[in-house]
């Protein structure tokens, strides 16, 4: 999917809003898909993105994260670490499927299908121009922004 359009797809968000692929034409989008809300590892890189937006709103980029959690697990975990940006509740792994990101895992010693860890960066035409897989958090946000600052 690498330098295609991304197709469109729908996703209800954080804040009572419905997000919409299509509806950003004209901003580049990061989308990030993490695990689990309120895990020590998607707690910081949220942290991480959130303490870096107004970075990327400044270089025209809105963030989303991306989980398979619910809607209200979601608002709780926005709520309690004040995230800046929305994050979409892909229950039905709608944007997973598209994107690729789910995968099989070792947790505990069990085979648990799951998300990986990915960023992926569309531009402003709709397309996708780069994404990062099994990403590690530490320092991933400002790689993220230093790709969108060589746009």
């Not at 804040?15 to 990030?32: P, R, W």
């Not at 099989?104 to 960023?119: D, W």
Request: one cysteine or more; a neutral charge; glycine letters at 8%.
């Amino acid at each position: 999917m690498l330098n295609q359009p991304v197709p469109d797809f729908q996703l209800p968000a954080t804040s009572g809003k419905t997000f919409q692929c299509s509806n950003f034409i004209g901003k580049n989008l990061v989308i990030y898909f993490y695990p689990k809300d309120a895990t020590p590892g998607c707690t910081t890189q949220g942290i991480q993105f959130r303490d870096a937006y107004a970075d990327f709103q400044a270089k025209n980029t809105e963030i989303f994260g991306i989980s398979r959690d619910s809607l209200k697990s979601h608002e709780n975990f926005k709520a309690k670490f004040n995230f800046s940006f929305e994050l979409l509740a892909d229950t039905e792994e709608v944007a997973c499927s598209l994107f690729n990101v789910i995968k099989m895992k070792n947790m505990y010693g069990k085979q648990v299908r799951g998300i990986e860890r990915s960023t992926f960066v569309i531009d402003a035409n709709g397309v996708l121009i780069k994404e990062w897989r099994g990403v590690k958090v530490d320092g991933h946000a400002a790689e993220v922004l230093s790709f969108i600052g060589s746009l």
